[in-house]
Each structure stands twice: as structure tokens, then as C-alpha cells.
């Protein structure tokens, strides 16, 4: 079974600075997609950005990046110059590429990091 | 296009009782996900639908069920309510196609207390 670990519960950043999420997986499958979620206090979840797995370059949406390393089955998210609106609970999230069965739907998630800005 | 919408979003039941709660996926979405959010436990996959049949189900007991209507609209059930299914249930939807990544769009959640 695939299995997500955040190592850090709670993680704080002062605003306008940098901040990386560590996100760790265990999966024998070689096809695959990784995710990061926010949920803010409001509970409305919101995808932050996504990572397909046989793709190498490391994917960017504004100010939010990542650093995969499969080798290592590592999946860290990088905040650079955080704001305020980015205090939230972070998750990370695995799923198996759609080859039926057990892929259909699941997410599989960490335990999440509370994300605290401070102005 | 409007969101992923449940009904309701608060809900207080007694042990012993059963629930039905209501999602709405995004209009052309054919895919429905449900989730369990406790603090213990996390996030929690519970089952998916696709045109009305369920094709992937999470470790949860009988007790919980769902199903999914022909305008991809899904209910999920849950008899005989325990105190430890309190919790808050997400449910997403999914564009059809494999090249959308697979991405769920989730709903604001049912938060149920079950006294």
C-alpha cells in the first residue's frame, strides 16, 4: 500500500520570506502523480500544484515550486516570499496513474502541516 | 461554473442514528470521491463513483455506503452512527480524461457531530 508522510506538523515563516514543506512516499509503482493541497481555515480544499511522475523537470506555479527526487520518493514544496493568505493546512497527496482498480479516485494523503505566517 | 457543492454543511446526529449526505460535482464532472477528515486519522478515502457505479472503495465498515445518481449528483450513507465518525466529509469531483491529471475539486465538506 502507498503510504504519505509529512514529518512536520507545524511549520511557521515570516511573511515575505521562504519556507519548504517536506513531503516523503513510499510506492512500488513507477506511474504516478503527486499533489500538494491547501486548506485554509474556511475548509474549502484547493489544489496548489502537481507533479506527474515520469516528467523530471520540477513543476512551478507562481510562487510555489517543488523539488522532486523519485529516486528518493521525495516531494518537498517551496513558498518563496510567503504571504499572509498562504497560512493554511498543507497536504500532500499521492495517486497511482488510472490503470483501473485501486487507482480510480484515491487520493492518498499525509497527515498535513499547519502552515502559520507571521507578519 | 459553480463548484462542488454538499448539503448540508453541519449536521448533528445521535449514536445509533443514520445520515445521508449530498454532494454536487462541477457540471460535466462524472467522477466522485469521498473522504473522511478526522484529526486522528487525516484524510481518509472512502469510495468513488463514475457513472453511477462504484468502481474503487476505501478500509471503511459497511456502514458507510453511497451511490451516485445519473446526473453524476452522489449521496453517501452512514447507518448506525458511532461517536468515532464524527468528522468532516469532503467530497470531490473529476473532470473525465485521463489528461486532466486526474485533478478532484473539493467541496467545502459536512461537518457531523455525533453525540
Known amino acids: 500500500a502507498q503510504t504519505v508522510t509529512q514529518s512536520q506538523p507545524e511549520m511557521s515563516v515570516q511573511e515575505a520570506e521562504t519556507v519548504t514543506l517536506s513531503c516523503t512516499y513510499d510506492t512500488s509503482e513507477s506511474d504516478y502523480y503527486l499533489f500538494w493541497y491547501k486548506q485554509p481555515p474556511s475548509r474549502q480544499m484547493i489544489l496548489v500544484i502537481r507533479q506527474e511522475a515520469y516528467k523530471q523537470q520540477n513543476a512551478t506555479e507562481n510562487r510555489f515550486s517543488v523539488n522532486f527526487q523519485k529516486a528518493a520518493k521525495s516531494f518537498s514544496l517551496k513558498i518563496s516570499d510567503s504571504q499572509l493568505g498562504d497560512a493554511a493546512m498543507y497536504f500532500c497527496a499521492y495517486k497511482m496513474a488510472n490503470a483501473g482498480g485501486t487507482s480510480y479516485g484515491k487520493l492518498t494523503f499525509g497527515q498535513g502541516t499547519i502552515l502559520t505566517v507571521h507578519p | 461554473k459553480a463548484g462542488v457543492t454538499q448539503t448540508p454543511r453541519y449536521l448533528i446526529k445521535t449514536r445509533g442514528q443514520q445520515v445521508t449526505l449530498s454532494c454536487s460535482p462541477i457540471s460535466g464532472h462524472r467522477s466522485v470521491s469521498w473522504y473522511q477528515q478526522t484529526p486522528g486519522q487525516g484524510l481518509q478515502f472512502l469510495f468513488e463513483?463514475?457513472?453511477?457505479?462504484?468502481?474503487n472503495k476505501g478500509n471503511f465498515p459497511g456502514r458507510f455506503s453511497g451511490r451516485q445518481f445519473s446526473n453524476s449528483r452522489s449521496e453517501m450513507n452512514v447507518s448506525t452512527l458511532e461517536l468515532g465518525d464524527s468528522a468532516l466529509y469532503l467530497c470531490?469531483?473529476?473532470?473525465?480524461?485521463?489528461?486532466?491529471?486526474?485533478?478532484?475539486?473539493f467541496g467545502p465538506g459536512t461537518r457531523l457531530t455525533v453525540l
Open positions: 470531490a469531483s473529476s473532470p473525465p480524461g485521463q489528461g486532466m491529471y486526474n485533478e478532484q475539486f
Open positions: 463513483y463514475f457513472s453511477e457505479t462504484q468502481r
